[in-house]
Structures are given as structure tokens and as C-alpha cells.
């Protein structure tokens, strides 16, 4: 049952990996916001395109994750079965 429990939590498209990515730039751009209204000026945009900014690079390591596991799978390397 845990083995079910715990795919759930595991990124296995590139479509659940934009997803994900989405929400993540959803909740960024809200924070973001709200730190231009918390702190007015340069430093709320600044604070606003450092939240941008964490959303690109994690995502692109979701991509750049996902991408080799895709081809170690492909490839058939040792240790990607589901067993452990």
C-alpha cells in the first residue's frame, strides 16, 4: 500500500513536471506581488524577480531531472527497477 502512496509523489511526465512547475509560478507571483505592496520601489521588484527567478531555475532542474531519468530508463541502467 505505501508503494502506491509513494507514487503519488513521484514526477514521471514532463506534462506533471509543467504542472507542477505552474503552481510553483503561481504561488511565486503571489508572494511576489504582495512584496511590491509590502515593500514599495526597488526593493519590492527586486524581491518579486528574485521569486521569478527561483521558479526558472527549479523548474528547469524538474526538466533536466526528469529528461535523464527518462533516458537512464531508456538506456537500461542498473538500479531503475522498481524493486529498489
Same mark, same amino acid.
Given at each position: #500500500?505505501?508503494? $502506491?502512496? $509513494? @507514487?503519488?509523489? +513521484?514526477? =514521471?511526465? @514532463?506534462?506533471?513536471?509543467?504542472?507542477?512547475? *505552474?503552481? !510553483?509560478? !503561481?504561488?511565486? #507571483?503571489? @508572494?511576489?506581488?504582495? *512584496?511590491? +505592496? &509590502?515593500?514599495p520601489g526597488? %526593493?519590492? *521588484? !527586486?524581491? #518579486?524577480?528574485?521569486?521569478?527567478?527561483?521558479?526558472?531555475?527549479? /523548474?528547469? =532542474?524538474? !526538466?533536466?531531472?526528469? @529528461? *535523464?531519468? &527518462?533516458?537512464? $530508463?531508456?538506456? /537500461?541502467?542498473? /538500479?531503475?527497477? %522498481? &524493486? /529498489?
Amino acid at each position: #500500500m505505501w508503494t $502506491k502512496v $509513494k @507514487r503519488l509523489f +513521484v514526477i =514521471k511526465t @514532463r506534462w506533471e513536471a509543467y504542472l507542477i512547475i *505552474y503552481a !510553483l509560478a !503561481l504561488g511565486a #507571483m503571489t @508572494r511576489g506581488a504582495d *512584496y511590491t +505592496v &509590502q515593500y514599495p520601489g526597488w %526593493p519590492g *521588484y !527586486l524581491l #518579486m524577480a528574485a521569486t521569478a527567478g527561483a521558479v526558472f531555475l527549479g /523548474g528547469a =532542474k524538474i !526538466l533536466d531531472a526528469i @529528461r *535523464y531519468e &527518462q533516458e537512464a $530508463k531508456a538506456a /537500461g541502467a542498473p /538500479g531503475d527497477s %522498481p &524493486q /529498489g
